[in-house]
């Protein structure tokens, strides 16, 4: 299979990757939006499909509303006994396991430890029977941010067993935000893969020991150079059952989250060397039959509510019903559309398209559908009944112990009236604009072109809503279809 870096486009933060027989299986952070920890699925290690959530909901209250910022941070995964494993801090709840015998179904939850600051957990399961865990630190929490932990699990891994000891500190070797560690033994030989220098500027470490608790030999495997990928890293090493070995890992690009892509790993002299020489390549070809999967970002909702999108919190059936085909979204009280639990979005698999929806109003005084791309700075279009209402909304982040300040002012409004309209979103270079279409109408723009802007560790997101800006709960709009087309260079 020949493939173009990046291999996917979405943002999917903080991968890690496993093989089980001739199938690789990878997750993703999703931070406030649920459900949570995407499960995607491929044969060539280059098409991806989701194939489901390893989280439903979080079983926190302040979940049930958006938690910017918060929620499943960069998870690890497994397969150990017949069973899927996924490991996940929550920074400020403690740490959870996610068990399944096919990943592509029900997942069970375990609260493993209460525990405030660990991020990044990942499990090793070794061939004695003892398990282990290595974790980082959120500065943000407990002001560590370049130590490596390791503690003894129960050979189940549903119990820690000690209070650890760390294994590496970054600030010996000139490493600032040492992260999202990934644990692995091969050939008698423990190795940690573990980013370091920051999302967008970072490189990839592979840290090798002969003892689990060290110490370890620190080895830079993966960096920028004079290639356009910056920070390259934190990701995952699989291999692919034919004596070839990969790394998939993130670069940051910013309002567009942070996409994925797949270097060779080179093993000959002992170190796992990444892409071509530690650099990043453009594209290669994986020697596997090509898969043919995709993510799609158009939905008719002819099947129900389609595994691309999450909401803004926890699922709330009260916030839709499937018409089959087509989506009714009940408006649920919001002050704003940052705070809407009920805006349904998906990730942007490509960076320029246009996005379509057609709505069917059932509004209450105070109802307004549309849709819009959400971020620290977003925007968005909605409907009335009556009128068009193009939006901007801010928000600022004080601390996590404060509600994010939000504010939202009108740009534009137009008349709009009928039993039906269209309102399209153009995503350019980095930019949305907006513009509608009453039902047997032509088009109309509405304000100008914006840019995009990143959340809470995420990338923008595109996604539609129908809320009650009153306080109260009102009608409903039925989306007939969302269309997305890749506008083409």
Known sequence: MKYANPILRGDYSDPDVIRVGEDFYMISSSFTYLPGIPVLHSRDLASWEIIGYAVKRLPFARYDAPAHGCGTWAPSLRYHNKTFYVYVCLPDEGLFAFTAADPAGEWE??????????????????EDGNAYLIHGFAASRVGIKNILYLHRMSPDGMKILDNG????????????????????????LYWIFCPAGGVATGYQLALCAENIYGPYTRHTVLCQGDTPVNGPHQGGWVTDGRGGDWFIHFQDAGAYGRILHLQPVDWSGGVPVMGNGGYPVAGGDTGLAEYKASIPMSDDFSGGLGLKWQWQANPNQAWYSELWPGLRLY??????????????????????????IRL???????????????????????????????TEGKA?????????????????????????AKLIMRVRHGKAAFAFAPEGGSETPVGEEYPLSPGGWTGARPGIFCMN???????????EYCRVREAKA
């Open 109 to 126: 939850c375990h609260f493993v430890k209460d525990v405030t600051g660990w991020i990044d957990p990942c499990p090793l399961f070794g």
């Open 331 to 356: 408006a649920a009280p919001a002050d704003s559309l940052f705070e809407a639990g009920n805006f349904l979005s998906q990730l942007m698999q490509v960076f320029d398209f246009d996005m379509e």
């Open 469 to 479: 800006m009153k306080g109260a709960w009102g009608g409903w709009a039925d989306v």
């Open 360 to 390: 069917k109003p059932h509004f209450h005084p105070g109802d307004r559908a549309g849709l819009g791309m959400m971020g620290w700075q977003y925007h968005y279009l909605a409907w009335d009944g009556e009128k068009i209402i193009l």
């Open 396 to 420: 600022e982040r004080l601390s996590r112990f404060v509600p994010d300040s939000v504010k939202e002012i009108v740009l534009a409004e137009a008349e709009c009236r009928g039993s039906a």
């Open 165 to 188: 000891r760390p294994v590496y500190d970054g600030v010996e070797h000139g490493d600032e935000t040492v992260e999202g560690p990934k644990l692995y033994k091969r050939n008698g």
